[in-house]
């Protein structure tokens, strides 16, 4: 018979803080996930003898190294790119490509941890992976990311492929660092594979993929609503950031009928009372993604608005808030401001934004509260459906992928329910998503022996 380990939770985390030193955020999310899990698991001995929460918290390798590259002035300069294969069980790795200053080890770790869960979610057949870099794009030239791009593929390449690990974008990646890095995949195999997602339209990229991410948590938070006989109509709602999952969460929740009154960049935030509408959306598309400026320039062409140095926007009163910008960015005291300022629903559409603190608040709260695992899976869904159009070589259509893409947020949503319902009703998303994710990719590895 096998020795089973039935440690405590406390005990357990002990473990993980011992093994992972100095990777806080890591830590925050294994320990989001185990303060579910350990309850489901208590009377199920084969999840215990076979150490699967243990194992899952433990990546299948962390692949580190050096990218060297030449800036406009001649200088050589030196990051460090990583990628992180947490998970196979169900399906290659996957998972986005970070470059931004803040990029580390534990940050990539919690990530790689994270998507393993939320693919399992989505129903498709994908691992969790995770990488990316320390580079920072901000104030370089469009040939200095290029290069860069080059050499980070020129070592990744040897530990991807379409049916081992497909990376895609994330913050500071979008589609034209998944330009560079596809021609230099192409140039170094000479394969033309569906090896990266978010890939342009003209050479295998999908439909919608740019959109999905932030009205998949749309959707979702529309889904949470539905639950409670509500809608967004006429409600009020915070976004935070300014990038891809911000400016298209804010574009959705403007065609359902909501009014977006805030989104901020790592400077600040902008508070709009007018509301921000399509247009405007469409300029902060334009002025941070293709110029490349600031957040805060928004006041200067839009009078009414109002720019906060330095601050978040949680203290705006609001009905829903859309954290879209980055992990730990909404702190315990942010989530019960939020709270009292009557705000009914979150729906996260960055990776872990909200501190452990501020999930207990929300918890506490009993307000309709999605985490990103559960939320932002639009985006990774439609990076599997680009997949599936890649082997079969063939596109979808637009409408085709939109339906696919609610049908998917809807069965995630059907998922929390289905492991989240408390007794008397309400509904925990952060438990149910947490089981649900597991379930999955526990069954499969149990199904495997011990590897
Ligand atoms: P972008 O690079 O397009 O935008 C990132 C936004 O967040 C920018 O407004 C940026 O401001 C802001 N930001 C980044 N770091 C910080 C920081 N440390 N403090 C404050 N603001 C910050 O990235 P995405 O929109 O793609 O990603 C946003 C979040 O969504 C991330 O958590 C990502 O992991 C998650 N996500 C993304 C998916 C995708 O498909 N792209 C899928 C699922 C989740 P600034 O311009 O000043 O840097
Ligand atoms: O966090 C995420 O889910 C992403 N950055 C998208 C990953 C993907 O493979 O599309």
Redesign the pocket.
């Known amino acids: 018979m096998a020795v089973s380990d039935h440690v405590d939770l406390p005990t357990f985390m002990e473990g993980v803080n011992k093994r992972n030193p100095h990777q806080p955020e890591f830590v925050q999310a294994v320990q989001e996930v185990a303060e579910d899990i350990f309850s489901f698991i208590e009377d199920k001995e084969e999840y215990h003898a076979q150490q699967i929460l243990r194992r899952i918290a433990e990546p299948d390798r962390v692949v580190s190294f050096r990218v060297c590259w030449e800036d406009d002035n001649g200088n050589v300069r030196v990051q460090r790119g990583w990628r992180v294969q947490n998970n196979n069980a169900i399906g290659p790795y996957k998972g986005?490509l970070r470059f931004?200053p803040?990029v580390n080890e534990s940050v990539l770790k919690f990530?790689a941890f994270e998507q393993t869960f939320k693919n399992a979610l989505t129903g498709l057949p994908m691992g969790g992976g995770k990488g990316g870099s320390n580079f920072n794009p901000k104030g370089k030239s469009v040939r200095e990311i290029m290069r860069f791009c080059q050499s980070f593929m020129t070592e990744l390449y040897r530990h991807i492929g379409a049916d081992v690990d497909v990376p895609a974008?994330?913050?500071?990646v979008?589609a034209r660092e998944i330009g560079f890095m596809f021609g230099q995949y192409k140039r170094i195999t000479g394969h033309f594979t569906g090896v990266l997602t978010g890939k342009g339209l003209e050479y295998g990229g999908s439909l919608i993929r740019p959109e999905a991410?932030g009205y998949g948590a749309v959707y979702f938070l529309a889904n949470m609503l539905r639950e409670r006989g509500q809608d967004l109509q006429g409600k009020t709602v915070v976004v935070s950031?300014?990038?891809?999952?911000?400016t298209h969460a804010a574009e959705k929740v403007v065609q359902l009928g909501g009014k977006v009154v805030t989104l901020?960049?790592?400077?600040g935030f902008i508070h709009d009372p007018d509301g921000i509408t399509l247009e405007k959306i469409q300029w902060v598309k334009q002025h941070?993604t293709h110029r490349r400026g600031r957040i805060e320039d928004y006041v200067a062409e839009y009078t009414g608005a109002t720019y906060h140095e330095g601050k978040t926007p949680w203290g705006v009163p609001c009905d829903v808030a859309l954290p879209?910008?980055?992990?730990n960015?909404l702190l315990g005291e942010d989530a019960k401001l939020l709270v009292k300022n009557g705000c009914i629903a979150v729906s996260e559409?960055?990776?872990m934004p909200t501190d452990l603190a501020g999930v207990h608040v929300f918890k506490a709260a009993r307000i309709l509260y999605a985490p990103?695992k559960a939320a932002?899976a639009g985006?990774?869904a439609v990076s599997g459906l680009e997949m599936s159009q890649n082997s079969e070589r063939r596109a979808w259509k637009e409408s085709e992928l939109q339906q696919m893409l609610l049908d998917i947020m809807e069965g995630i949503h059907n998922s929390c329910l289905t492991y989240g319902r408390q007794p008397d009703g309400h509904i925990d998303y952060v438990k149910g998503a947490n089981i649900a994710g597991f379930k999955k990719v526990a069954d499969a590895m149990l199904a495997f022996g011990v590897v």
Request: hydrophobic share 20%; proline share 0%.
């Open positions: 986005g931004h803040s990530l974008g994330d913050i500071g979008g991410t950031g300014s990038g891809n999952v911000a901020s960049d790592s400077g941070k879209c910008a980055t992990q960015e559409g960055a990776n990103g932002n985006g990774v």
